[in-house]
C-alpha cells in the first residue's frame, strides 16, 4: 500500500534524515495508528541504512536480545547467525561495532527501535544501556539518526521524553501519530476503490474513528453499513476483538483503564476530575487515578479541559475516541452472543435511523467536530488565538433556574463569542419556534452566568446543513456542513 496522508510528518521525517547531526526521534500512538508503516515507508527509497528491531509482547529479555541480534546480522553480516549477548551492554556493543566495521563514514544510519517498551522487559537493564550508548558513542556520530517507538504513549512520554536520569533533554525530536481526520480517511478508502459519499464515511468513521489499519479492512461495492456489519458484528470480527488487544498493549494492567473509561463514556458532556475521583479512589483522594486519566489522554481516549469561565470547577474529562464509544454501546453489550455466533446479515443497518443510533451518532458526530476545529475555524474565519471550548452550567437542586449546555464555543480576540451547536440529522436541520427559544435560552444563561459583555455570534454545525424558517432567518450567523469538515 502507498502512504497516504501524513504529509507533515514526512517532511519531518526527512528532514531529520538529512540534517548534519545526530537525531533522536521518539514516536508514539495508539496501535493500529500506522506508526511502523510511516516509518518504514518514508525511509524505504531514501538513502540510508535501515536498522529495524521490534519489541516482543509478553516475550522474556532473552528472547528480545535473540530478535535484535538475528537483525544485526541480517542487516551488517549478510545474514550470518551471530551468538547473542547476554545483556544489552553487549548487545548495543555488538551493534556499534558492526556500525563502525562495515559502513561508510558518510552513510546515514536509521536505527529503528519498534515497540521499545515491549523490549524493555522487568529488570533487563535496556534503558540505562541506551543511555550508556546513546551519550557515550552515537550522540557524537552524525551519521546516526535513533527512532524509539511505541503504542503505549505514557510510557514513551515518562521515560525518554520526560526522563530525569541520562536521558534527559536527549530527544531532539517528537512524533504524537494521530487517526485519520475525514480527508485522509477518503483518501485511503479511494485508494482502495471504496467510494463512499461523504455522510458515509462519517458514519464509516463513528465506528473506526479514523483508525487506518481498521479502514483498511474495508471492501468495495459496499454501503457503510455493509462495512460496519462486518467488521463488528460477525463472530471473531476485527472491531469484536480488537478491544481487549488494544488496551493489553497499552497498559499492563488494562481493567482499570477500562472501568475509567466506561465510567466517562456515561457523561456525554464530560465529567469532573472531582467525580472520577470520588467514585473510584475516594481513600488516597486520587493519586494514582490522575496518572491514570494522563495516561489515558496521552494515549489519545479522552480530552480533559476546564469549562469556559469556569477555573475554579477544575478539570473535566470526556471521551472522544469514537471507536472506543462505538464498542462500549454497541459491541459490548451483545458480547456474549457474538463470541458464539455472527449475527445475521444486515443487523447493523437494522439498527439505521432508531432512537439509540441517533443518541449514539449525535455524541460521535461531536468528538468528530471537537477533532476538526482547525476546519470549523477556517470557515468560520476565526483566527487560531480564539479559545475554543464548551460549557455549561447546572442550577443547583430546588432551585427556579434554568440550566444551559452550550456544544462548542469560540471565545475571539475581536470581541466576540462564536456559540456552536452541533446537530447530526440525515436531513437538513430546521430551526423551529421551540428550538429558537431554547438557543436563546442558552445564550441568556450564558450571559447571565459568566457576565460576559462580548457580542455573541450563533452558528449551526449540522451534517446536512440547514433547512430556512422565520427563526434560522433571525437567529443563525452562519452553517458548517459535513463537507466543511472535509476541506
Keep these: ?61 532473552s528472547d528480545q536480545i535473540n530478535r535484535f541480534t538475528k537483525e544485526i546480522g541480517r542487516v551488517f553480516y549478510q545474514g550470518i547467525d551471530i551468538k547473542e549477548r547476554k545483556n544489552w551492554v553487549e548487545t548495543f556493543d555488538l551493534l556499534s561495532d558492526a556500525l563502525e566495521k562495515n559502513l561508510p563514514k558518510n552513510k546515514k544510519i536509521i536505527l529503528f527501535f519498534d515497540e521499545f517498551p515491549w523490549m524493555a522487559t522487568h529488570k533487563s537493564g535496556l534503558l540505562q544501556a541506551l543511555e550508556h550508548r546513546w551519550n557515550h558513542s552515537w550522540s557524537h556520530d552524525k551519521r546516526i ?54 455522510k458515509q464515511i462519517t458514519e464509516l468513521y463513528m465506528a473506526t474513528g479514523g483508525v487506518p489499519y481498521y479502514l483498511s479492512y474495508a471492501e468495495k461495492n459496499q454501503s457503510a453499513a455493509q462495512i460496519v456489519d462486518k467488521l463488528a458484528f460477525q463472530k471473531n470480527s476485527l472491531l469484536f476483538n480488537e478491544f481487549d488487544n488494544l488496551f493489553s498493549s497499552l497498559f499492563e494492567n488494562s481493567a482499570p483503564y477500562i472501568s475509567l473509561l466506561r465510567f466517562i463514556a456515561k457523561s456525554h458532556p464530560g465529567i469532573s476530575q472531582e467525580q472520577i475521583i470520588n467514585q473510584f479512589d475516594s481513600v488516597s483522594r486520587g493519586g494514582r487515578m490522575v496518572e491514570r486519566l494522563k495516561e489515558l489522554e496521552d494515549t489519545g481516549f479522552i480530552i480533559s479541559f476546564v469549562p469556559h469561565l469556569h477555573k475554579k470547577r477544575g478539570k473535566y474529562y470526556r471521551l472522544i475516541d469514537e471507536y472506543t464509544l462505538f464498542y462500549l454501546d ?25 432512537p439509540t443510533w441517533y443518541n449514539w451518532a449525535g455524541y460521535a458526530f461531536e468528538s468528530i467536530c471537537y477533532k476538526h476545529i482547525d476546519q470549523i475555524r477556517k470557515v468560520l474565519g476565526i483566527s487560531p488565538g480564539a479559545v475554543a471550548n464548551g460549557w455549561r452550567y447546572a442550577p443547583r437542586s430546588q432551585s427556579d433556574l434554568k440550566g444551559a449546555e452550550i456544544d462548542l464555543l469560540f471565545d475571539r480576540d475581536d470581541d466576540t463569542i462564536t456559540i456552536c451547536e452541533i446537530k447530526y440529522t440525515t436531513k437538513p436541520f430546521a430551526i423551529t419556534k ?54
Excluded at 531529520?16 to 518514508?42: C, D, H, M, V, W
Excluded at 428550538?435 to 452566568?449: L, S
Excluded at 433547512?467 to 452553517?479: D, G, H, P
Design 330 to 354: 454497541w459491541i459490548e453489550p451483545i458480547k456474549n452472543t457474538l463470541q458464539k455466533k455472527s449475527l445475521p446479515a444486515g443487523y447493523w443497518s437494522d439498527k439505521y435511523r432508531s
Design 1 to 61: 500500500m502507498d502512504l497516504i496522508g501524513r504529509r507533515e510528518e514526512q517532511v519531518a521525517l526527512i528532514d531529520f534524515l538529512k540534517s548534519n547531526r545526530p537525531e533522536f526521534l521518539a514516536i508514539y500512538g495508539r496501535r493500529r495508528i500506522g506508526k511502523t508503516f510511516l516509518i518504514k515507508q518514508t525511509f524505504a527509497k531514501q538513502d540510508c541504512v535501515f536498522f529495524y528491531a521490534t519489541g516482543i509482547q509478553h516475550g522474556m529479555m
Design 434 to 487: 421551540e428550538y429558537a427559544e431554547t438557543i436563546k435560552n442558552k445564550i441568556a444563561v450564558f450571559r447571565r452566568e459568566t457576565r460576559i459583555k462580548k457580542q455573541i455570534l450563533f452558528v449551526l454545525i449540522s451534517a446536512n446543513g440547514m433547512e430556512k424558517t422565520i427563526y434560522s432567518e433571525e437567529l443563525v450567523q452562519a452553517v458548517v456542513t459535513l463537507e466543511d469538515l472535509f476541506n
Design 145 to 198: 539518526k535513533l527512532i524509539i517507538c511505541g503504542s503505549s504513549a505514557s510510557w514513551i512520554i515518562n521515560k525518554i521524553i520526560n526522563n530525569k536520569g541520562g536521558l534527559h533533554n536527549r530527544i531532539t525530536r517528537q512524533i504524537h501519530l494521530m487517526p485519520f481526520n475525514l480527508q485522509e480517511t477518503r483518501a485511503l478508502l479511494e485508494s482502495q476503490k471504496v467510494h463512499l459519499i461523504p
